[in-house]
Nanobody
Framework: QVQLVESGGGLVQAGGSLRLSCAASRSSGGINVMGWYRQVPGKQRELVASITNDGTPNYASFVKGRFTISRDNAKNTVSLQMNSLKPEDTAAYYC???????????????WGQGTQVTVSS
């Protein structure tokens, strides 16, 4: 099983930017899909963005045009550049990986420990 470690969360004002990174403990080349979920206390965890092994991204409608996901298979990392942040983006963000998809949580095979993003108004 791949171990995932996130970094880059923090506190930012609305309109600002943050970059999240996730490092995999072994080669991510054999993992077809990696990405990010987020969760607010008391609510369901929701998919934010994902990216396939060949670099094809997919975004939730609520982050399109603001967030960019990227992946470096040589460095075993996936990153999420978050721009134009809004207070409603405040959540714990979790890196996720799966052999075929991460579109549903039951397909996720590895989770990171989570990193907090707080956007102040």
């Amino acid at each position: 099983q791949v171990q995932l470690v996130e970094s880059g969360g923090g506190l930012v004002q609305a309109g600002g930017s943050l970059r999240l990174s996730c490092a995999a403990s072994r080669s991510s080349g054999g993992i077809n899909v990696m990405g990010w979920y987020r969760q607010v206390p008391g609510k369901q965890r929701e998919l934010v963005a994902s990216i396939t092994n060949d670099g094809t991204p997919n975004y939730a409608s609520f982050v399109k045009g603001r967030f960019t996901i990227s992946r470096d298979n040589a460095k075993n990392t996936v990153s999420l550049q978050m721009n134009s942040l809004k207070p409603e983006d405040t959540a714990a963000y979790y890196c996720a990986a799966g052999p075929w998809t991460i579109a549903v949580q039951t397909a996720v095979r590895s989770w990171g420990q989570g990193t907090q993003v707080t956007v102040s108004s």
